[in-house]
């Protein structure tokens, strides 16, 4: 690498990881400065900022009508380009508040964005204050995060479940042989759940219910002990406030075609990996990143379907900020896996 590009990143450099459900912040030298869900509160009058992360999530289902909450992000990508930049604004402000030293960032993006989708959130990093920024891959970024031996000859399987999209990488010499990028994660489960509530049980929940519920009592495969828990919601035949008690094994019937579309791609993936790669896999197996990681019986139910080993990585929810927190510690060793935007 160049002794150009070492003396790029320095000082308050960061590297971000812009999730649909949570965004987090390194920064160089402090490590994770960060971790906030990706929600904004707006004045619904004037489109005004009035929270972003916590303490607009904590307003999600319980505000009036003058108060809007709003995710920027949807699937892994921006839908709302003004939102996004409000909101990344208002958290690098909190992270590096000095406007004469603008951080240059280094941005994970899924496998399968469009040029177009990635532009949309290198343009909103420019106009939060960054000086400079470069494109990672979030399968690329959790390899390094779960420390795995990515420059090595040998392949590296990871799949990564996020809020948005669920990323799958054959990783070898430092480089993606092969990926998918599924846009299905832990919200469409939080989804799959409110929906089968309703249609079970004639009760209408809210977000963070349904969250809670995938939390408490979801899995991907049996449990060897039923779990329950109590959910309230809004009956739609009275419109009256009931309780319902589910069951692990309801819930897991309700996400099940949400986990077959994961498995799925796995399964794509593998089946287009180079026999030689493909081997180094049967020993090796796969390492589960990201918050989906952290349903009940994931790996189980990968190790299945694949007849492979599959170990969740350690702090899996951090494993992609972990990983383009080390482009930004150590840029001399990980240089050639940054991707700098081209301009048009």
């Given at each position: 690498?160049s002794?150009?590009?070492?003396?790029?990143?320095?000082?308050?450099?960061?590297?971000?990881?812009?999730?649909?459900a949570?965004?987090?912040?390194?920064?160089?030298?402090?490590?994770?400065?960060?971790?906030e869900?990706?929600?904004?509160?707006?004045?619904?009058?004037?489109?005004?900022?009035?929270?972003?992360?916590?303490?607009?999530?904590?307003?999600?289902?319980?505000?009036?009508?003058a108060?809007?909450?709003?995710?920027?992000?949807?699937?892994?990508?921006?839908?709302d380009?003004?939102?996004?930049?409000?909101?990344?604004r208002?958290?690098?402000?909190?992270v590096?508040?000095?406007?004469?030293?603008r951080?240059?960032?280094?941005?994970?993006?899924?496998?399968?964005?469009?040029?177009?989708?990635?532009?949309?959130?290198?343009?909103?990093?420019?106009?939060?204050?960054?000086?400079r920024?470069?494109?990672?891959?979030?399968?690329?970024?959790?390899?390094?995060?779960?420390?795995?031996?990515?420059?090595?000859?040998?392949?590296?399987?990871?799949?990564?479940?996020?809020?948005g999209?669920?990323?799958?990488?054959?990783?070898?010499?430092?480089?993606?042989?092969?990926?998918?990028?599924?846009?299905?994660?832990?919200?469409?489960?939080?989804?799959?759940?409110?929906?089968?509530?309703?249609?079970?049980?004639?009760?209408?929940?809210?977000?963070?219910?349904?969250?809670h519920?995938k939390?408490?009592?979801?899995?991907?495969?049996?449990?060897?002990?039923?779990?329950?828990?109590?959910?309230?919601?809004?009956?739609?035949?009275?419109?009256?406030?009931r309780?319902?008690?589910?069951?692990?094994t309801?819930?897991?019937?309700?996400?099940?075609?949400?986990?077959?579309?994961?498995?799925?791609?796995?399964?794509?993936?593998?089946?287009?990996?180079?026999?030689?790669?493909?081997?180094?896999?049967?020993?090796?197996?796969?390492?589960?990143?990201?918050?989906?990681?952290?349903?009940?019986?994931?790996?189980?139910?990968?190790?299945?379907?694949l007849?492979?080993?599959?170990?969740?990585?350690?702090?899996p929810?951090r494993?992609?900020?972990?990983?383009?927190?080390a482009?930004?510690?150590?840029?001399?060793?990980?240089?050639?896996l940054?991707?700098?935007p081209?301009?048009?």
């Amino acid at each position: 690498m160049s002794t150009r590009r070492s003396t790029r990143l320095l000082g308050r450099d960061l590297a971000v990881d812009l999730g649909t459900a949570t965004t987090l912040v390194h920064q160089r030298g402090r490590g994770i400065v960060l971790d906030e869900p990706t929600v904004v509160a707006l004045d619904a009058a004037t489109g005004r900022l009035l929270a972003a992360g916590t303490p607009a999530y904590e307003m999600v289902g319980r505000t009036p009508a003058a108060v809007l909450t709003r995710r920027p992000l949807s699937d892994g990508v921006i839908t709302d380009a003004d939102l996004t930049e409000q909101m990344l604004r208002h958290f690098v402000s909190r992270v590096s508040p000095s406007r004469l030293l603008r951080p240059q960032m280094v941005v994970c993006v899924p496998s399968g964005v469009t040029p177009v989708e990635r532009r949309a959130l290198e343009d909103a990093a420019i106009r939060c204050g960054a000086r400079r920024v470069f494109v990672l891959e979030e399968a690329m970024a959790a390899a390094i995060g779960a420390d795995l031996p990515v420059h090595q000859a040998s392949a590296c399987l990871v799949v990564d479940i996020g809020g948005g999209t669920t990323d799958v990488a054959v990783i070898s010499l430092g480089g993606v042989v092969n990926a998918r990028s599924l846009r299905v994660g832990g919200n469409a489960v939080d989804e799959a759940v409110v929906a089968g509530v309703k249609a079970r049980h004639d009760l209408l929940l809210g977000e963070r219910s349904a969250e809670h519920i995938k939390l408490t009592v979801g899995a991907a495969a049996p449990l060897p002990e039923v779990l329950r828990t109590r959910v309230r919601g809004r009956d739609l035949s009275t419109g009256l406030p009931r309780t319902v008690t589910l069951d692990s094994t309801e819930v897991r019937e309700m996400v099940e075609p949400v986990l077959a579309r994961i498995v799925e791609v796995v399964v794509e993936v593998l089946d287009l990996c180079p026999p030689e790669l493909a081997g180094d896999l049967v020993d090796r197996g796969a390492v589960l990143t990201g918050g989906g990681a952290l349903l009940r019986a994931m790996d189980q139910r990968l190790h299945r379907e694949l007849g492979l080993p599959v170990r969740v990585a350690e702090d899996p929810q951090r494993a992609v900020i972990r990983g383009a927190g080390a482009c930004v510690e150590d840029v001399g060793a990980l240089d050639r896996l940054l991707v700098t935007p081209q301009r048009w």
